[in-house]
Each structure stands twice: as structure tokens, then as C-alpha cells.
């Protein structure tokens, strides 16, 4: 069977090949002025990806590191944050603060549903006021999107950080930072970014930076401060992933020249052609139409079809991957990603291999129905 | 002028083709068969490498970020530390056992010399016992290699554990992890494991984990049992940077197919011709023939060269990168590495640019007489 891989888990994501072309690249020093100019380039760059006039760095770690990095320096033992979660990553970020010794209230939702400003307006005036808040902004476990812009307007009228996971959104998005008012934005490489996993982005507001400086909590390794201090010289603290750099460079050069609207209505139709196709297939969703993640689609299998059995079968006869359900979820629902470097055909594809997987399994389904009813939605 | 660049600087260091290659591979699943087989595969290598039977893991961070995870996981707040500083690294080290809380006692050395065991006895007799020593292996700042044996017979007779830094010298020293008892031993990708910056691995003794399992400090993505859970199915508790991952088992397996006792002789020999180079250029050093580093050569100019000026025209006239001084010795030496992907015909090259600069300099030196040195000593 030919080695050929088609790759729709929600991170890592597939390599552009002018990702892997940069990253093939010789080495240098990272105390080079080559380097310092690279990572210039970078945070120019990211910046315009985040919307944010804020500070910006790059960290070498995966994302969960990102978001350590957001917690570890803002929170104390003892503080008091209110944590939204309406997934498992919502829920990692949540014993993330308990790690630090944070006194954790969570405003929960059901899974596949977003959070309601209501709770959150319910769980300041009951238990706040909060020093931290804590928002994902595209929940991967289920494939729903957190309307951010809501909760930055009232956590910016309090003396609170809004620490966000944009990990499988930034890049794919319309993410307004500034706008939205989040002091910590963190998102990673290997999402949308189309960039190998390896690397954070972490922008940070100058309302978190008396925060930041006056945190007590240990941490050196993920220390913004020194960070920041680097930064003078466009430099690392530590010695970076010069490689990883090298590729997201070439990453996010090809996202502004695609052009940010381009990028973010790519993404919205593949959303849209991949709830329609599986529709077609005969597939339910965790969320509605108007909360679905535009990078990762979250399928219920029709009566009969065991999630796991078929992605096993899709796996071993096609070399195609989605990802399953996660915690409760696990053995239920199928992911579907498509972010980063994924064309609308490339949803067609993942569509045909589903029907493809259905029918090998006996499914009653009309042949062509999924690609079909996708392709409909492209129209 | 040609683009083409000559690597000295002690991490990053040059990148074999077969790595680069590697790490071109396209992007796969961390929760695939194929991940797993390659993380199985990469640990069984690098114990061989380690000489150890101990748990190994690799963490996505740099080797700063594996040094932080030793500590995050054996020390907690107000725990008594030795800490054995030779050189800037060793006191990194220090430094992060005070960040996590440490009491640290700390037996110091001048720059170019190892410690002394005596001086190791004394403290603990004064101020022992304590729960853990910290010692560096190969000091990249002042290039000298301390000898951990002695140290590991000591510290194995008490309940202390020993955390060692070979981050500059595995894979190119012959270092022997379970005959010296050291309980974490910690290095990286960047140095004579010859893949880009990145990762970082830690091998971990039995008598470490009861302590790991105790210990207080917050930490969740350096935390080890999250580390070794996971690899219960060769697999990482958060994404890993999967194209170093390729990378590192290309290293590897290069490393093993040459041959420990080769890559250890290579070094020596590459360590012999820098010096004898060097000396035959009019150079000093900061280290004595016996404890000098196989890695790195710390030398010091001649009376009237100014370091940090040859270091830039070398730089500037012929794209040769070597280290300068760091901290008290910043503008007094050079630092030429030879590790990982290095020749001796490598250190040749370094010696003859060194001359080649030193001549453009106006310095009164017999042409050829460095490379005549560097090549006599490799008869």
C-alpha cells in the first residue's frame, strides 16, 4: 500500500513545503545578528496574525507550555480566577491555575455549547471579584468557538487579566486581540500556523506587565520577564528552536500573502463543506451552525457506526486520520480538522474517505452523497 | 561574498544532511503507531548513548528547560542543596534551585578549573546533609569537563540524588549515567546530538522517582509523571516538536552506526588539534591539559589581541562563528566547539581562520604555523 498520509488530526497539522524547505536550513547561532533579524521578522509578523500592537514572543514549547507560560507569571497561590470551560482544553487551562495554587471557580457548558456572558456576569457578583479569567477561544475537544469579544469588554471594566487559549484558532480566525482586550493571547505552531509543534506565541498587554513583575510564583524557564529582557536584542532567553523558526517564518509570510480575509473565509467554507458533507453522510454535530469552529469539526456517527472502529478502518486502509473524542467524549464523536494548510478540496477528500470508510462498513448511504452535498455547500 | 558559514559556537551546532533530511518528513500524529514506534525507538538509542537502564523521556523545551525540569521535580521550597559552580551554567543551575525555593550551598571554582572533591566533603560536613546535589558535567563557559565518577560514589552513599548537566557533552564524552549513580542526567538536542535546538532529554534513577512523586513544587509541563504516564504507550503528555523528533533519531543513529568509542576518540582528537593549534597561534587557555573540554576550547589571545575584535572580523571577512566570554570573562577569551557534526579537518579550518585573522590583524605570527601545530597533533 502506497505510503501516503492525508492528515486531518486538529495538530499537528500538515507541513507547507516551504516549511519544510526553510527548516532545512543550515543552523546558526541564535546569538547571531542573522538570527535577531529572523525573529524580528517573526514578531512583525505575528503580530499582524494576533491584531495586537501588544508585546509579542516566541517560546520553545508545544502550547500547553504557551499556556503554563500565561498562568505561571500572572498567577500566585491563592489568587482568586474564574476559568470558562466548555471542553477538555478549557479544563487543562483550569488545573493549570490549581497547579499554581490559584482558587479556581469554573463557569461550565455542556459539551459541544459555548459559555453564556450571563453565568459569567452571575459567577463575578457571587464569588468576584476574580484576578484572573480564563477563556479558550476555539474548544478542540468539541469544535465550538467562544465569542471572545463579549467577555474582554467585561473583564477590560475590572482590575482582572483575560488570560485566552487560541491554540487551534489563531490563524484561521478573525482574532482582534486588542479589540477584544485580552492580556494574554497564547496559540502555537502546529495548528494553524502550519508550522511543526515546538513553538508558543504569547502577546502580552501592558495591564499584565505590573501583573507579570509582581508574581510570585517560580517559573525560569517560561519567565516572560526574561523574555521580554531578550527581546531588547531580539534575542531568546534560552536557545530557541532555530529551526521552527526558520519554518514559521515561511509560515506566516505565506498567511499575509494570502492576505488575513483570505485565510479566514478559506476556513469558514472548509467548516461549512465539512458539516455538510457529513450531514450528507448522515452524521450529527456536537455544535450548531452558529458556534461550529471553522478548524475543526466534531462528528456524532449515525445509529450503528462505532467512532472508533471507523476511524481504525480509515486509518489501516487509507492512511487517512481524524482525531476521536477526548475524556467523556471518547469512542462517541470523530474530529475532523481543517486548518493551516488545507484546501476546500482537501475537505472533499477527507468527506469521500468517510463515505468511503461507511460504506466498506456496510452503511446503506447513497454513493457520492457526502461529496456531493459539500461540494453543494462550495457553490 | 559567498554565503557560506562556518559553525564554531558551542550549541547550535552544525547540522548533519541526514538530520535536515529528516526533519523534511511530513507532518504525522503524536498519537499514532508511527510516533510511538519513533519515541520507543529514539529513548532505546539515546540509554545506549546515556549508558543507562534508567527511564528515559524527552521533553519538547531547550536544555535550560530540562535543567528546570530537574529541579521543578526533585526540589521543593526550603530543601537543602549542594550545588558544584565551575563556571556560568553551574550557576544557572544554582540559580534555578533558589528560584524553586532551594537553600543552596554552592562549592565554587575559578574559571578554567573542576571543583574539588575536598571541597565537597568539607561542605557537607559543614553544612549537610542535603537532599540534593547539583553538578555540571561539561562547563561550556570556561571549557573544562568535571569528573562526576568521585562525585556520584559520594553522593550514592547518602539519600541525596545527583543532578547532572551534560548538556555539552553527551554524545561526544564518554559519560556513564548509571556507573557514576547520577539520578537525572540531563541534555540536549543542540550540542553533539548534532539535530537543531529543541529538546531536551532526562534519564531518571530509581532512587529519584520516590522523590519526584513527593515533591511539592507547581509545575505541569516539566512534570515528570506526567512524563512517564505517558510514555506507559510511548507517548508525550503534550505535542511534541515531532520534526526533531525525526531529527534526533536520524542523530542518533549516525552516532551509534560511527560508534561510541569513535565519537569519544574523534572528540579527544578534535580537542588535542584545537589546543595544539591555538598554542601554535600564540593563544593561552583558561583550562589545563587533564580537565580540558573535548567539546569546547576556551583560549585566550595574545597579549594585544582584543577577543571581541577578532571574534567580529572573522565573522564579518569570513562568515567563521565562534563564541566569546560570558559574564566576567566577556571580551577575554574565544570559544571554539568541536562537537557533533565536526571533523578534524573541521578544526583545521577553524585554526586556519584563526590565523587568517590574526595575520589581518597585523599580528606578527609564522604563516601556517597554527595549522602546522593543530596537524602535528593529529599524527
Not at 477561544?137 to 469588554?153: C, F, K, M, Q
Not at 475590572?158 to 487551534?168: M, P
Not at 521580554?228 to 505565506?254: C, D, H, I, Q
Request: some cysteine.
Amino acid at each position: 500500500m502506497l505510503d501516503k498520509h492525508y492528515l486531518y488530526t486538529p495538530g499537528p497539522t500538515p507541513m507547507p513545503p516551504a516549511v519544510a524547505a526553510a527548516m532545512g536550513q543550515p543552523m546558526t547561532s541564535h546569538r547571531s545578528s542573522g538570527f535577531a533579524k529572523l525573529y524580528g521578522a517573526i514578531v512583525e509578523k505575528a503580530k499582524a496574525v494576533f491584531q495586537t500592537g501588544n508585546d509579542l514572543y516566541v517560546l520553545t514549547s508545544s502550547g500547553t507550555g504557551g499556556l503554563e507560560a500565561a498562568v505561571a507569571n500572572t498567577i500566585s497561590s491563592g489568587d482568586k480566577v474564574l476559568a470558562i470551560v466548555v471542553g477538555n482544553f478549557g479544563e487543562r487551562f483550569a488545573r493549570l491555575a490549581e497547579i499554581y495554587g490559584a482558587d479556581v471557580t469554573r463557569v461550565q457548558s455542556s459539551p459541544g455549547e459555548t459559555f453564556d456572558m450571563t453565568d459569567v456576569e452571575k459567577a463575578w457578583e457571587e464569588k468576584g471579584p476574580f484576578k484572573i479569567v480564563l477563556a479558550t477561544h476555539n474548544e478542540t475537544s468539541t469544535g465550538v468557538t467562544n465569542d471572545i469579544a463579549p467577555l474582554g469588554r467585561f473583564v477590560g471594566q475590572t482590575e482582572a487579566l483575560l488570560l485566552v487559549d487560541a491554540i487551534s484558532s489563531m490563524g484561521a480566525v478573525d482574532i482582534r486581540t486588542d479589540e477584544w482586550q485580552v492580556d494574554v493571547m497564547v496559540t502555537s505552531s502546529q495548528k494553524a500556523l502550519m508550522t511543526p509543534p515546538g513553538l508558543a506565541l504569547l502577546s502580552i498587554s501592558a495591564k499584565a506587565w505590573p501583573i507579570i513583575e509582581a508574581n510570585k510564583s517560580p517559573r525560569f524557564y517560561f519567565n516572560l520577564l526574561e523574555a521580554r529582557k531578550s527581546f531588547g536584542t531580539k534575542n531568546t532567553p534560552w536557545t530557541p528552536a532555530v529551526s521552527l523558526f526558520y519554518g514559521l517564518n515561511a509560515a506566516l509570510e505565506m498567511i499575509l500573502q494570502e492576505g488575513l480575509p483570505n485565510v479566514f473565509h478559506r476556513h469558514h467554507r472548509m467548516a461549512k463543506a465539512a458539516r455538510a458533507g457529513s450531514q450528507g453522510l448522515g452524521f450529527g454535530f456536537l455544535a450548531d451552525d452558529c458556534t461550529a469552529s471553522h478548524t475543526v469539526t466534531a462528528i456524532v456517527p449515525p445509529q450503528g457506526v462505532e467512532a472508533a472502529g471507523l476511524s481504525k478502518a480509515l486509518q489501516q486502509n487509507m492512511h487517512v486520520s481524524f482525531a476521536g473524542g477526548q475524556g467523556d467524549l471518547k469512542g462517541k464523536i470523530l474530529r475532523i480538522s481543517h486548518m493551516g494548510y488545507c484546501s476546500e478540496l482537501d475537505v472533499l477528500t477527507a468527506i469521500a474517505a468517510l463515505e468511503m470508510g461507511l460504506m466498506k462498513m456496510g452503511q446503506d448511504i447513497e454513493p457520492g452523497s457526502g461529496v456531493k452535498a459539500a461540494g453543494l455547500a462550495l457553490l
